[in-house]
């Protein structure tokens, strides 16, 4: 079955420290991956996609994620992570083989200490 | 533009009654997917919509029905409530771009509540 997998419950970093999320999906073929992000009592936005093409994605507020196909990943990054990144991140995987839906990871929660 | 937008915002019902949501998707947009997110448990799809029609539906038992009206508009609604029902009701709806993918834009959601 498909599925989509974060490796970290929960971060918590300090302000300016690195960030990666990483994100793996369960199995091959050609996929539409997604980064969102939900901060404290605001509605899911969109952070960055990847549909073809560059498999380094850049995205809003600094963001950026890396397709490595042979790892079934995308991992997403930023070099310097603000207070105001403190949010909860989902990592999202569509497979085109069939017209179904979007498969969410369990979200990663993210706290980013001043 | 506006974006996806849901109502209500919040929603109180006691068990066994039914609850109706409805969510409006952003102009063009023909597709409409429902979305649970129950506390610790990630985003489950409930319900896909597209033109008018029913296309795919998740885990979730019938009581779970909603449908698409002519405007692309849809409603969730939800018979029988019980208390694990508790939850953010998300709505998503989308469009395929130019560059071949299909991209979901999210409302604000309704949080129901059952007692």
């Known amino acids: 079955a498909q599925s989509v997998s974060q490796h970290n419950h929960h971060v918590i970093l300090s302000e300016a420290a690195s960030l990666e999320l990483g994100c793996n999906y369960s199995y091959g073929g050609t996929v539409n991956l997604f980064w969102y992000v939900q901060y404290p009592g605001q509605h899911l936005q969109l952070l960055l996609k990847y549909f073809s093409g560059d498999p380094l994605v850049k995205g809003i507020k600094g963001f950026e994620a890396e397709f490595i196909k042979s790892k079934f990943s995308f991992n997403l990054r930023k070099p310097s992570v603000q207070w105001s990144d403190t949010a909860e991140y989902f990592c999202a995987v569509k497979w085109k083989t069939s017209y179904d839906k979007v498969i969410f990871g369990p979200g990663t929660s993210l706290s980013v200490i001043p | 533009e506006a974006g996806v937008t849901q109502s209500p915002t919040h929603l109180i019902k006691t068990r066994g009654q039914q609850a109706t949501l409805r969510c409006s998707p952003i102009s063009g947009h023909t597709s409409v997917y429902w979305y649970q997110q129950a506390l610790g448990l990630g985003l489950q799809f409930l319900l896909w919509?597209?033109?008018?029609?029913?296309?795919n539906r998740g885990n979730f038992p019938p009581r779970f029905s909603g449908r698409q009206f002519p405007n692309y508009s849809s409603e969730l609604n939800v018979n029988a409530l019980e208390l694990e029902d508790s939850a953010l009701y998300l709505c998503a709806s989308s469009f395929f771009g130019t560059s071949g993918g299909e991209t979901q834009y999210f409302g604000p959601g309704t949080r129901l509540l059952v007692l």
């Open positions: 919509y597209d033109e008018g029609e029913e296309r």
